[in-house]
C-alpha cells in the first residue's frame, strides 16, 4: 500500500545533540509537511516543501532546519535540542493543487534527555 | 488564514450517532472544508471533505450550512474505535496547501 514512513517511531537524544528525523513516501506527492505535536495539543504547521522550493513558517525556530533531497524522501534536523523540542514530530504529503487533503505518517515521538 | 472554533470535548454512547459541530464564521469561497481524526499516538487521518454541498463516504458524513459558515461531521453510529480528536480545518484551495489545525473535539464513546 502506499503510504508514509516515518522512522524511528521513538527517538531519544541528549540536550543539545543534533538529530534527525527522516520520512519517506510512496505516494508520488509533490508536497511534503513537517509538524511539531506536544502533548495534548493540536499539531503545529513548522515548514513545508512544494517540489523544491522550501517554505518556511514565520514562527519556526532556527534550530528547526529540513532538507529534501527527492521526492520520496524528506528530513528534520534539530540542531540543538533542548527539552522543550521533545514532542511528537509528524510528516505529510499532499498533491499540489488538488482539493483532497494530506496523508499523514504514524510520526516519531522525540525525547530530550 | 480562516479560523474554525470546535467544542472541546463530547461523549457518545456506542452504536449511537454523534454530531461534531464547526463554527467557521470567516470562510471564503475557495476554502473546502476538511475533517481528519487522531487516535492516540498515531498521525491524523483523513474523515472527509467538501465545498458547498453535502458529502458522503464510507466513514462519515459532512453537512454544510448554506451559508458553510458552519459544519457538522456525522459518525452514524459511534463504535469505540472512533473515540478520537477530530479536527476541522479550512483549506484555502487557490493560495496554498498548508492545514493549519484548531484545537480540534475530543470524542468520547462510551460502551
Known amino acids: 500500500d502506499a503510504m508514509v514512513i516515518q522512522n524511528p517511531r521513538y527517538q531519544v537524544t541528549q540536550f543539545g545533540k543534533p538529530v534527525t528525523l527522516s520520512c519517506s513516501q510512496t505516494l508520488n506527492h509533490n508536497v511534503m509537511y513537517w509538524y511539531q505535536q506536544k502533548s495534548s495539543q493540536a499539531p503545529k504547521l513548522l515548514f513545508h516543501y512544494y517540489d523544491k522550493d522550501f517554505n518556511n513558517e514565520a514562527d519556526t525556530p532556527d534550530n528547526f532546519q529540513s532538507r529534501r533531497p527527492n521526492t520520496s524522501f524528506c528530513f528534520l534536523d534539530i540542531r540543538s535540542p533542548g527539552l522543550g523540542d521533545a514532542a511528537m514530530y509528524l510528516c505529510?504529503?499532499?498533491?499540489?493543487?488538488?482539493?483532497?487533503?494530506?496523508?499523514f505518517g504514524s510520526g516519531t515521538r522525540l525525547t530530550v534527555v | 488564514d480562516a479560523k474554525t472554533t470546535q467544542p472541546n470535548s463530547m461523549e457518545s454512547n456506542e452504536e449511537e450517532p454523534v454530531h461534531l459541530p464547526c463554527n467557521h464564521s470567516?470562510?471564503?469561497?475557495?476554502?473546502?472544508i476538511h475533517w481528519y481524526r487522531q487516535l492516540p499516538s498515531q498521525g491524523p487521518e483523513y474523515v472527509i471533505h467538501?465545498?458547498?454541498s453535502n458529502v458522503n463516504n464510507r466513514m462519515a458524513s459532512l453537512a454544510i450550512a448554506e451559508d458553510r459558515k458552519s459544519s457538522t461531521l456525522i459518525l452514524h453510529r459511534a463504535t469505540l474505535r472512533d473515540a478520537a480528536v477530530y479536527y476541522c480545518?479550512?483549506?484555502?484551495?487557490?493560495?496554498?496547501?498548508?492545514?493549519?489545525f484548531g484545537t480540534g473535539t475530543s470524542l468520547t464513546v462510551i460502551p
Open positions: 467538501g465545498l458547498t
Open positions: 505529510a504529503t499532499s498533491r499540489g493543487g488538488q482539493p483532497r487533503g494530506y496523508t
Open positions: 480545518i479550512l483549506r484555502h484551495f487557490n493560495t496554498g496547501n498548508q492545514f493549519y
Open positions: 470567516t470562510i471564503s469561497g475557495t476554502d473546502y
